[in-house]
């Protein structure tokens, strides 16, 4: 049986205030492909599917398209809900749609899977929604945290598991130790620590299928992250997109294959002197690519935004970080205002104050001499 395993679609998610929607639709399509062109037998997305609790009505679309496209392909689907969806919302949505296309949601069903066979048997598959402690303290008391709700859901499934008999996956959303996040990108499902789940709460089953990291992670041979299907912030530009193709035979899991998706726009960061930006031959092969700068003039410049979408129009953010710092020479404004002996060097101590510790250029000192030689031009002929 082949198992596709895909995660964090995030549909409606903006990318430096502009909409992936259509982005986003390519690759899923793409994605289509790739259950057409590998037979896969069961695509299983693990959470996060859109990117907010209330979905404009363009999501509702794309995601109902693309499952049943999956469907069209010959597969099943089993869809979990993220901490970025709204359980209630993801769950209506699942009666709307045709058979072979699962979306679970609710936390009572833990434990009870949705089995699929082929020629070797049955295989288990174990959804387990995001599982919010708060919300779960009535039914499994004591839990608190994330470690310990999924280590109850996971404690479920075993038990059914032993039951039943016959190989299986398990689906879930969540922080595994061991993981390295994007900086700023996936939403904190921690508190202190706690909430990070050992690696062994996934113990007893063929193939664990996790979601909520963005970028693919290979925890151990069972225990993978897909990651998302498309770039959603600068910090996750280098890391591929794609999804695992997941092989059982008949005694578990037999191989796990990485199957690249496309990039709708290449994300890159420059870092140089803006004028560089602007002119150099260097950078032409990142005009159509999502850019952001840090360009690296020792001043802030001009307008540097507008500039640079001149050159690249999908400059996404820019941000001044001096390749060098001018070294402060440790006096106070005051102290620099009473040690000048002339307007031209009040005025540089003014600007080394605003521009920490760097006074006026060779330029500048010319433009400051023409305007206080012009204002004695004037003074003397009043």
Not at 72 to 83: F, I, L, P
Not at 154 to 166: C, K, S, Y
Not at 260 to 272: C, F, I, K, Q, S
């Amino acid at each position: 049986m082949r198992i596709l395993h895909t995660s964090d679609w995030h549909i409606g998610r903006t990318f430096h205030g502009h909409s992936t929607l259509d982005a986003l639709g390519g690759v899923l399509r793409a994605l289509v492909a790739q259950v057409r062109d590998h037979d896969v037998d069961v695509v299983i997305v693990a959470g996060d599917v859109f990117d907010s609790a209330t979905p404009a009505a363009g999501c509702y679309a794309l995601l109902t398209d693309t499952l049943a496209a999956i469907a069209d392909a010959g597969a099943q689907v089993v869809v979990t809900s993220g901490n970025h969806d709204s359980a209630a919302r993801l769950g209506f949505q699942s009666t709307l749609l045709r058979p072979g296309i699962h979306v679970v949601t609710d936390p009572q069903t833990v434990g009870t899977p949705i089995t699929v066979s082929d020629a070797d048997g049955p295989v288990h598959i174990y959804g387990i929604p995001f599982l919010e402690p708060a919300l779960l303290r009535h039914v499994w008391p004591g839990v608190r945290t994330q470690a310990q709700v999924l280590g109850r859901a996971m404690q479920l499934v075993r038990d059914d598991l032993a039951t039943r008999g016959g190989r299986s996956i398990a689906v879930a959303h969540c922080f595994a130790a061991g993981v390295e996040p994007t900086p700023r990108l996936e939403r904190d499902i921690q508190q202190g620590g706690l909430d990070v789940v050992p690696l062994s709460t996934f113990d007893g089953v063929d193939y664990m299928a996790l979601g909520h990291i963005h970028g693919r992670q290979r925890l151990s041979q069972r225990v993978r992250y897909a990651g998302a299907p498309l770039h959603y912030s600068f910090g996750e530009g280098d890391k591929p997109r794609g999804s695992w193709l997941v092989e059982l035979d008949a005694t578990g899991l037999a191989d796990v294959t990485w199957l690249e998706l496309p990039v709708p726009r290449r994300l890159v960061t420059l870092a140089a002197p803006l004028e560089d930006l602007l002119t150099d031959e260097a950078y032409a092969g990142h005009e159509g690519d999502w850019v952001s700068v840090e360009y690296t003039d020792t001043l802030p410049q001009r307008d540097p935004m507008r500039r640079l979408q001149e050159r690249f129009p999908h400059c996404a953010c820019v941000a001044h970080k001096p390749a060098e710092k001018t070294r402060d020479d440790g006096l106070s404004y005051a102290r620099r205002v009473r040690s000048a002996r002339s307007d031209r060097e009040l005025l540089d101590a003014f600007l080394r104050h605003v521009r920490e510790g760097d006074g006026a250029n060779e330029r500048e000192t010319a433009l400051i001499d023409d305007v206080l030689d012009a204002r004695t031009v004037a003074e003397a002929a009043t």
